[in-house]
Each structure stands twice: as C-alpha cells, then as structure tokens.
C-alpha cells in the first residue's frame, strides 16, 4: 500500500466534519500545483521585455496618448 493509498484510507475513516477540513487542505494542494497559475507566454514574454539588459519601453507619443498629457507637464 503506498502513502497516498494510507492517506484516502485514513481520511475515509475521519468523521464528516474532519474529513472536510482535508479536502479543504488537500484542494489548495492541488491548485498550487496545478499549472492554471502559470504565466501564459505572452505574459512571460513580457517579463523578459521589462527585464531585458535594455528595456523597451512605449514612447512618449503613446503615453501621453493614453493618459492625456506627458508625464514632464
């Protein structure tokens, strides 16, 4: 019987109320080991963009575009 066969084996014999609070516990195990919470590629490739030697970054047209008037104004 291997460890994790132990392991349904002992939750299966916890009272309800007991047994809720694994399956809780063992709920949030799965999903942060899940890879759901992984970066998409776009965004990893936008990390490598930030963090580049030389980082590109939007010119000051876009930007004042965006937010109405330059950031020196």
């Keep these: 019987m291997t460890v994790l ?7 299966r014999e916890l009272p ?3 047994r ?3 399956e809780d ?6 999903e ?6 992984d970066f998409t590629q776009a965004e990893l490739d936008e ?3 930030r963090t580049a ?6 010119d000051p047209e876009t930007i004042a575009s965006l937010f109405g008037k330059p950031f020196s104004a």
């Design 5 to 11: 066969d132990q392991f349904v084996s002992f939750a």
């Design 16 to 18: 309800a109320e007991q």
């Design 20 to 22: 809720h609070l694994v």
């Design 25 to 30: 516990v063992l709920a949030s195990m799965m």
């Design 32 to 37: 942060s080991l899940s890879s759901s919470g």
């Design 47 to 49: 990390l490598d963009r």
């Design 53 to 58: 030697a030389k980082p590109e970054f939007s």
